[in-house]
């Protein structure tokens, strides 16, 4: 259990150092427009990740579960009910994103669309 412990705050230590040297490299690679479009793209991807709300570690534990009472109808039943669960909340994100896009939902203020807009580097 302590090599457990151990292993998950050596990869903490290890993922935060990693960002503090990289960030650096990023932003001079990319610049500060593009390094923060990166950051927030990175960003919305990791909220939809909160749409899985624990179901990878309940169903690993069903699953597992079943298995070993050898209870296949169960773990097929765990499995649909996963995947239609997983469905859902996929196509809610895709009515949300869709309501967004044909003007259902509220845009954003155009005062920032226009400094948005003004950030942009020109191409050449």
């Known amino acids: 259990m302590l090599r457990s412990i151990f292993s998950n705050w050596l990869g903490l230590v290890v993922m935060g150092v990693t960002s503090v040297i990289l960030t650096p490299i990023l932003i001079h690679g990319l610049g500060d427009f593009y390094y923060g479009l990166w950051i927030l793209v ?8 909160v749409l ?26 765990t499995l649909l009910s996963a995947l239609a669960f997983t469905v859902a909340a996929g196509f809610l994100v895709l009515v949300l994103a869709h309501s967004r896009r044909c003007g259902c939902a509220p845009r ?11 950030m942009v580097p020109k191409r050449r």
Do not use: C, I, T
């Not at 899985?52 to 039943?77: I, Q, T, Y």
């Not at 954003?108 to 003004?118: C, G, M």
């Open 52 to 77: 899985d709300l624990g179901m990878r570690p309940a169903l690993f534990r069903a699953v597992a579960w079943s298995k070993g009472a050898n209870d296949r109808a169960a773990m097929h039943e």
């Open 42 to 49: 990175a960003s919305a991807l990791d909220y939809y990740g």
């Open 108 to 118: 954003p203020a155009r005062a920032f669309q226009r400094s948005s807009e003004k």
